[in-house]
């Protein structure tokens, strides 16, 4: 008989939590990690996680501990769902405990303060992994909506297409569909970038602005997505994906959002520090716009709205006066 394929899986918020459960009504034998005893005590006795889906049942399949060698002993997949900036320093803690040719697969969204690095290029870099044994997993995944079991796409993208579609079968749903992709860059950016376009997206919305400005900037959000991306040896076509305008149609439509939810307070008035106090979820475009502005700029990109995100959120610009310069911007062609 065969042994089910076994996952790890480091993070015990919203997304890990649910891609846990993806996995575990896949049929794989699930450990999630989680620093808290409370959380994982509650996972082991109760099947649920009162913190993040209090009353959803969790599979049978799926259970916690805090221990990060019992969680990865034997996994054939190592799933980190953690906040981005702070991989590198937990991923080198975990290292050692890894179970010989794991694949370790990527859930985060965001690019490293400082490096400028993909979470895939830290995690090689951290866990001295091969690109062939890192994967990524990306798309339109609202985590409320995913422990409902409502219907969703992903990729699941890998430099090594049988890693890809084995950890495709392994995440395989009646309401869950992952398609495979071997452009790791593409679809990583494709994540990243979406977030602070929905940051975007949600100041304009919490400022009122209605929905052409919302098409706008989501349309041209995916324009400067694009430009990076090529930039940066990419395929195009997957910008016109699920990791791509999937994503970002999601993140900037949903109220479920987390970024689209930091931005609206913001474009409402609220300060940042404000808006983080109320905030209990990381939004990870609220660090990671810093870092896609300064890729960009290595690149020599022109990232407008980006450049304005972040003069909003970290330079303490009004969003009205934000808003009047990026619309007095020189006249150009729309593909330029």
Known sequence: MTQPVKAAVYG????GTAFGMVLADAGCDVTLWGRRAEVADAVNTTRTNPDYFPGVELPANLRATTDPAEAAEG???TVLAIP????RGNLAAWAPHLAPGTVLVSLMKGIELGTCERMTEVVQEVARVPAERVAVVTGPNLAREIVARMPAAAVVACVDEDVARRLQAACHTPYFRPYTNTDV???????AVKNVIGLAVGIADGMGLGDNA???LITRGLAETTRL???MGADPLTFSGLAGLGDLVATCSSPLS????FGFNLGKGMTLEETIAVTRQTAEGVKSCRSVLDLARRHGVDMPITETVVGIVHDGKPPMVALKELMSRSAKPERR
Do not use: I, M, P, Y
Not at 12 to 15: D, K, L, N, R, V
Not at 185 to 191: I, M, Q, S
């Open 84 to 87: 981005s900036q702070t991989l």
């Open 258 to 261: 987390r970024n689209h939810t």
């Open 185 to 191: 860059v593409g679809c990583e950016l494709g994540g």
């Open 75 to 77: 996994a054939d997949f």
């Open 12 to 15: 015990t918020g919203s997304w």
């Open 214 to 216: 919302k098409g706008s």
């Open 229 to 231: 991306g090529l930039a």
